[in-house]
């Protein structure tokens, strides 16, 4: 199994642009979330899905966009690309919520 | 709602000794609890979780946490620090029947030789 995959690992844009963070799981997992990592303030959830076709808003859901079609993939789209958005986004998934979580290598993204 | 606070961010230990990460939580329903650990520039690994029934939990690499319902605890312990010990640590906590996880600031471990 490859676990949880990521891509790209790092990105670069300028403010305004959009994109499009790649989250993949092949462990057949209903549960999947993505957080944003910044120093001092740990893990934020941003959005997250209990089974295709299911999303629903975390903490810091403004400026971001999910879809679940799959079971197996959890794109993450910046819609609209702005310097607060620097960050270390990570794709994490799980089968039960209380079996605790996989997490993927991470994307670091830089928004200039 | 849930929350988490992990005292002190930045914890050092020479090699040898214990170590005592430190976990707090508030929650309105039986949590779920977890450890996670992360190396530089790696993704989250879950160290152990603590679900139901026995309140003394280990996991990998020789931690355990021990679950404190009265004190609203889930410290983090490891009877001799090794050099590989080094890395982040975040608690984490889950109210049961609710998929949103809630995770802690971080603590950095550093292992003195």
């Known amino acids: 199994n490859a676990g949880v995959t990521q891509t790209p690992k790092f990105q670069v844009l300028k403010t305004g642009q959009s994109m499009t963070l790649q989250c993949a799981q092949d462990m057949n997992h209903e549960y999947m979330s993505w957080y944003r990592q910044d120093p001092g303030m740990g893990l934020r959830l941003i959005h997250y899905s209990v089974g295709a076709g299911i999303t629903d808003q975390g903490e810091v859901p403004n400026g971001y966009n999910v879809s679940r079609s799959t079971t197996e993939d959890f794109p993450l789209r910046l819609l609209s690309a702005a310097p607060s958005q620097t960050s270390v986004y990570f794709c994490?998934?799980?089968?039960?919520?209380?079996?605790?979580?996989?997490f993927g290598p991470g994307t670091r993204l830089t928004v200039l | 709602a849930q929350s988490v606070t992990q005292l002190g961010s930045h914890v050092s230990v020479s090699e040898g000794a214990l170590v005592l990460l430190r976990c707090n939580y508030s929650?309105?329903?039986?949590?779920?609890l977890f450890w996670y650990v992360q190396y530089p520039n790696q993704g989250l690994q879950l160290l152990l979780k603590?679900?139901?029934?026995?309140?003394l939990v280990k996991g990998i690499n020789g931690f355990e946490a021990e679950f404190k319902k009265s004190e609203t605890s889930f410290h983090l312990t490891k009877p001799s620090a090794h050099m590989s010990d080094a890395a982040e640590y975040f608690c984490?906590?889950?109210?049961?029947?609710?998929?949103?996880?809630?995770f802690g600031t971080g603590t950095k471990l550093q292992v003195i030789p």
């Open positions: 994490a998934s799980s089968y039960r919520e209380r079996d605790g979580q996989f």
């Open positions: 929650s309105s329903v039986p949590p779920y």
């Open positions: 603590y679900t139901t029934g026995a309140t």
């Open positions: 984490a906590v889950s109210e049961s029947g609710y998929q949103k996880v809630t």
